[in-house]
Structure formats: structure tokens, C-alpha cells
């Protein structure tokens, strides 16, 4: 297949992927409402008892709350990946004089497009609960291009989860599992520094407490927010994800 090719048939089925949203709009529910609960009941409900390097919680709370959501936007992907397999859908795609791999990189491509609607949610209610911008237009830039590329490499966690799992059930139970606890044991919501011995060190050596603390230096910069080295590591830390979770998948999409 030449990459024109390829690039068409990605393309395809991205678009095939975002038309389901207009026909299944529950779809968008974890893309925006679950993320707005969880600002409200971190701002308002805990935000009280945890101190932080930033006078106002919400400073602290928000880079921690956009990058969960966004690592958790392919979830989507997963379930309908292993809902297109149990379908018989998955063969189908396998028969045609199509690429294989945008079978798989069209969903990821589509998660980039909700991932920014989700950015674009999650930043108004972060200013509405009093989170600002404190860095230059280039730094809040680059975060955007970074929390982008982040959703791009968990895709393929998901797509691979989704191939991997027996049903939507189980690729949704494999994800959460395997996922959410990483996001909490890290620095999204409480600093490392206030955790216990052990889950301190794993907190600190968390990937998710480096694109959290990435974000909080591009997004607000200032004297409370982490060291600028902490963003390219987040940028090798994206890229090793992405290659070695696409291989893993286009790999076990050959054998399914």
C-alpha cells in the first residue's frame, strides 16, 4: 500500500468513527461530563483540605485534571474496537484492498478531534472555577500540542486494549484498572512530597506526575511550577508510548 493510500483509508474510517457521535451523542459524555464532575468535586469538595505550592487550588487541580481525561479520551476507542471484533466487523476490514493499519490509526485520528473538543470543555470550566493562565502564548501553545500528542499515544493503549479484551465490558474493566490508579498515584491532585514513604517514590517517578508537571510549567509557569526539563522528558516519554503500543497493536491486529 503506498502512503496515499494508506492516508486516504485512515482518513475513511476517522470520519467513519466521529459520524457515530451526531447518531450515539452519549458517546461525547465521557469527553465532557464525566471530566466536569470530577473539577467540581475536586475544586469544591476536597480542594479545601489539600495545600499545595499554589495559594489557589485550582491552579494545582486543573493541569492534573486535563491530562487524566485526556489519557482516558481512547477509552471510547476500546469499546468500540472490541465491539466492531465481536460484530465480526474487525474480518470484514481484514478482507478488503485496504490498509491495515489505518483500520487502526483512523480511530486514533479521531481521538485527536474529540481530545481537543474535551481541551476545549475542560479549559472553560477550569476558568469559570478560577484557574488562569500564567505563561506566555507560546508556552499554553505547546502544552496544547503536548496534552494532543498525550491523547494520541493512550489511543493506541486503548486500540490495543480493545483488540486484546473478549467484549466492550471487559476492554472498559482492563482500562480503568490498569489506568486510573497510575493517574492518582501521581502528582495530579495532592504533591508527591505529602505521600507516604513508597508511594512517594513511585508517585515521583510516575510518567503522569512529569506531563502533569509539564503542563502546570506551560500552562502557569512562575516560581511554583516544576522545572522546564520535566517537558521534553514528557515529549520522550509520549513517543516511546506511541511507537511501542502501535507496534503492539497493528501486531495483534495481524493475528485476531
Not at 479520551?73 to 489505518?102: C, N
Not at 500564567?134 to 493503549?157: D, E, R, T
Request: hydrophobic letters at 55%; proline letters at 5%; a positive charge.
Amino acid at each position: 500500500m503506498s502512503l496515499a493510500t494508506t492516508l486516504s483509508d485512515t482518513l475513511v474510517l476517522a470520519g467513519r468513527q466521529l459520524r457515530r457521535i451526531p447518531r450515539q451523542p452519549d458517546l461525547l459524555m465521557g469527553y465532557t461530563v464525566q471530566p466536569v464532575m470530577f473539577v467540581l468535586l475536586f475544586r469544591y469538595v476536597f480542594g479545601g483540605a489539600i495545600q499545595t505550592p499554589f495559594e489557589n487550588y485550582a491552579q494545582f487541580l486543573m493541569p492534573g485534571i486535563i491530562v487524566q481525561s485526556i489519557a482516558f479520551g481512547g477509552f471510547v476507542t476500546a469499546l468500540a474496537i472490541a465491539d466492531d471484533m465481536k460484530k465480526g466487523l474487525i474480518d470484514r476490514f481484514r478482507s478488503l484492498p485496504m490498509s491495515r493499519i489505518a483500520v487502526l490509526a483512523g480511530r486514533s485520528f479521531a481521538d485527536l478531534v474529540l481530545n481537543a473538543l474535551q481541551l476545549v470543555v475542560l479549559i472553560g470550566v477550569g476558568l469559570l472555577v478560577g484557574f488562569s493562565f500564567g505563561a506566555s502564548v507560546g508556552n499554553v501553545l505547546l502544552g496544547i500540542v503536548l496534552l494532543l500528542a498525550l491523547g494520541f499515544a493512550f489511543s493506541w493503549v486503548f486500540v490495543l486494549i480493545g483488540l486484546t479484551a473478549g467484549s466492550a465490558e471487559t476492554s472498559n474493566a482492563i482500562g480503568f484498572t490498569v489506568i486510573f490508579p497510575l493517574t492518582f498515584a501521581s502528582g495530579a491532585f495532592v504533591p508527591p512530597e505529602t505521600m507516604p514513604d513508597g508511594l512517594r517514590q513511585f508517585a515521583e517517578a510516575n510518567p503522569f506526575t512529569t506531563w502533569v508537571d509539564a503542563i502546570r510549567h506551560l500552562f502557569i509557569g512562575g516560581p511554583a511550577a516544576p522545572a522546564n526539563s520535566d517537558v521534553w522528558v514528557s515529549f520522550v516519554w509520549i513517543v516511546a508510548i506511541t511507537v511501542v503500543m502501535a507496534w503492539l497493536a497493528l501486531r495483534r491486529y495481524q493475528r485476531v
